[in-house]
């Protein structure tokens, strides 16, 4: 399983003039907390930045930015995450702990493909583990399926010492 397997493809995204408001209503309306800020460009619109819902508490509110007036540009600075959609999971999360972010971008041949966080790598993990799980289950039924039960024993009682009781 890759990156792009699991990826979010539908990406929400803003113009990176949009007012924090602007941006804090896209994500309500999308039940998401996290954007895509992008720019226009001769060849089209282009990836500038993220802003998450943490953002927009953290950098802006708790800093008293009016956000009738911030551009949701402001807040999104800095290097984009951005991993190939082939990568794995393990490759995934060793970009996310390096570069200390908990979304990444996805490209395919330069194009965004879409975001994988944090929830979605558990996600996947959890069915990854739960399918081992369900393997195992299913071998152990396999084997009382076809094996002849032991005759019964009678069961030994053990006792414990009361100093040994927490």
């Known amino acids: 399983m890759n990156i792009g397997d699991i990826c979010t493809r539908e990406v929400v995204s803003a113009d990176r003039k949009s007012s924090l408001q602007e941006a804090a209503t896209l994500m309500r309306e999308h039940h998401v907390g996290t954007l895509l800020v992008s720019e226009?460009?001769?060849?089209?619109?282009q990836a500038v930045g993220i802003v998450?819902?943490?953002?927009?508490?953290?950098?802006?509110?708790?800093?008293?930015?009016?956000?009738?007036q911030t551009e949701v540009g402001q807040l999104a600075g800095g290097k984009l995450a951005v991993v190939p959609a082939h990568t794995t999971i393990e490759?995934?999360?060793?970009?996310?702990?390096?570069?200390?972010v908990r979304r990444l971008l996805?490209?395919?041949?330069?194009?965004?493909?879409?975001?994988?966080?944090?929830?979605?790598?558990?996600?996947?993990?959890?069915?990854?583990m739960s399918n081992l799980a369900q393997a195992v289950r299913s071998g152990i039924e396999r084997e009382a399926a076809v094996r002849t039960p032991p005759a019964a024993r009678?069961?030994?009682?053990?006792?414990?010492?009361?100093?040994?009781?927490?």
């Open 40 to 45: 226009n460009s001769p060849e089209g619109p």
């Open 154 to 166: 009678p069961i030994r009682t053990i006792r414990i010492p009361a100093h040994l009781i927490a």
């Open 91 to 100: 490759d995934a999360i060793a970009t996310m702990r390096k570069r200390g």
């Open 106 to 128: 996805v490209s395919d041949d330069g194009k965004l493909r879409g975001v994988v966080s944090l929830d979605d790598l558990l996600a996947a993990l959890a069915r990854d």
């Open 52 to 68: 998450t819902d943490r953002d927009v508490v953290i950098e802006a509110i708790a800093h008293g930015l009016d956000a009738t």
